[in-house]
């Protein structure tokens, strides 16, 4: 989680280090973790969606991810993305 304050909101952040230390979300390549609660996004709910270790990460990783994020979306009953 290093930066993670830097990419979304701190309450966000502090979240996401919260379930990564208790291991309910390692970020494995396209490991899921929906969130219901906004945490200072505006949104209704937050997909989490893992990118495995950082120096591993490619653009092919970044377009998994987003297949992974749009397959876990389309299952749900979504207005808008």
């Given at each position: 989680p290093g930066n993670l304050s830097l990419s979304c909101p701190e309450p966000l952040a502090k979240k996401i280090a919260s379930l990564a230390k208790s291991g309910d979300f390692e970020g494995k390549p396209n490991e899921t973790l929906p969130?219901?609660?906004s945490l200072g996004t505006g949104a209704a709910r937050v997909l989490?969606?893992?990118l495995g270790k950082r120096s591993a990460v490619t653009t092919m990783t970044l377009s998994r991810a987003a297949g992974t994020a749009v397959r876990a979306l389309t299952r749900k009953k979504v207005d808008r993305i």
């Open positions: 969130l219901y609660d989490l969606v893992g």
